[in-house]
């Protein structure tokens, strides 16, 4: 089963563990969940105080032995709402703080999955009226086809539309899963790129699609304007 929602949610793995055996045992004390989860003892005991401050676990005393049970699942999206609601008030004080930098950096980098969402997010608040993309090619699946779908949803939604040179490797996929305004257009088989180049406005995402992917983005006008010159050139040959 896929876990990886939970880690992004804050989760840690022996959280994520816990709290799994937790609701397939049902009321139990701490000997079946350090069973069922392969955890040590002193994990197991760190971990369910830490779910009992989050209010994911509860327990009721009986004799010398706390006996735990997890609560409803439903309550995660409770704690979400909740979170969200705190970020939302934590963000106008992180905004002020942004605008007083004297000046934003002009290349930032990133790594990982995450790292690359976040620069994907980046260029999709970057303005403009249109999205192009060169030299995708299969290996950008590796961040999800439900992440992509979504992301081309949200970015339709801006009223922003969008010119795709892809590898033809993607071909397939793409016949199955359109993205809403976009055209497309597929360079030919027998190089597979791994270098894919997202311009957006007056910003340049550069993801080189490697085992841990890395991602640079490059925030200036004159730079994003050259990129865009050279896509066109691209664009009209292909």
Request: overall charge positive; charged content about 25%.
């Amino acid at each position: 089963m896929d876990t990886q929602i939970l880690e992004d949610l804050g989760f840690t793995n022996a959280e994520i563990k816990v709290y799994l055996a937790l609701l397939e045992l049902g009321k139990s004390t701490a000997g079946p969940i350090i069973e069922k989860s392969g955890l040590q003892s002193s994990v197991i005991h760190a971990t369910l105080n830490k779910l009992v401050n989050k209010g994911f676990v509860s327990f009721v005393k009986e004799g010398q032995r706390n006996h735990y049970s997890a609560a409803n699942p439903k309550h995660i999206s409770n704690y979400i709402d909740d979170k969200k609601k705190e970020f939302e008030e934590l963000l106008p004080f992180l905004l002020s703080k942004q605008e007083k930098a004297k000046k934003k950096s002009e290349i930032t980098t990133f790594r990982g999955i995450k790292g690359i969402r976040e620069l994907l997010y980046e260029l999709l608040e970057a303005g403009g009226k249109e999205h192009h993309t060169f030299g995708s090619s299969k290996d950008s699946l590796m961040m999800g086809e439900p992440f992509w779908l979504n992301y081309h949803r949200r970015r339709a939604a801006k009223g922003i539309s969008a010119k795709l040179l892809f590898n033809e490797s993607l071909k397939g996929w793409i016949d199955v899963n359109i993205y809403p305004k976009a055209k497309y257009k597929f360079t030919s088989t027998g190089f597979e790129p791994l270098t894919e180049t997202i311009i957006r406005n007056d910003k340049i995402g550069i993801i080189i699609w490697t085992k841990l992917p890395i991602g640079i983005l490059i925030h200036s006008k004159e730079t994003a304007e050259s990129y865009d010159q050279f896509w066109k050139l691209m664009w009209r040959a292909t």
